[in-house]
């Protein structure tokens, strides 16, 4: 189903409209001010993975070129980026947990050199 993004002339807001069917003809305004005065703009693709080609991404040789296991800022990278390709599915707060267990290994509180994420 596709979304089309139209900018108004007038105020510059953007303003999307969901299409049901391809056949479907719609016309277009600025949901901000009302304007019938909007040009068509060129919008991002989304496009939808599912986990094993996600995985599969973060795993990729090319993706871990500059991951070295004894340097924590580019664990704490990878661990980011990580975070973000999976989302929701990591739990709330995952990024913070990641910026804390930074925290206690470089204040020197890491005990066992594991953390809890």
């Given at each position: 189903m596709p979304i089309y993004?139209?900018?108004?002339?007038?105020?510059?807001k953007i303003s999307s409209f969901l299409l049901l069917r391809t056949t479907e003809?719609?016309?277009p305004f600025c949901k901000a001010c009302g304007s019938?005065?909007?040009?068509?703009?060129i919008s991002r693709v989304a496009v939808?993975?599912?986990?094993?080609?996600?995985?599969?991404?973060?795993l990729d040789p090319s993706n871990l070129s500059?991951?070295?296991?004894?340097?924590?800022r580019s664990i704490e990278r990878f661990?980011?980026?990580?975070?973000?390709?999976?989302g929701d599915e990591l739990g709330e707060g995952f990024e913070e947990s990641i910026e804390e267990a930074?925290?206690?290994e470089c204040s020197g509180d890491s005990t066992s050199g594991e953390v809890d994420i």
């Open positions: 993004e139209y900018q108004c002339r007038g105020c510059k003809e719609i016309e019938r005065d909007v040009v068509r703009i939808i993975r599912g986990e094993e080609k996600r995985m599969e991404s973060l500059g991951l070295d296991e004894n340097d924590p661990m980011k980026k990580m975070g973000r390709e999976l930074m925290a206690a």
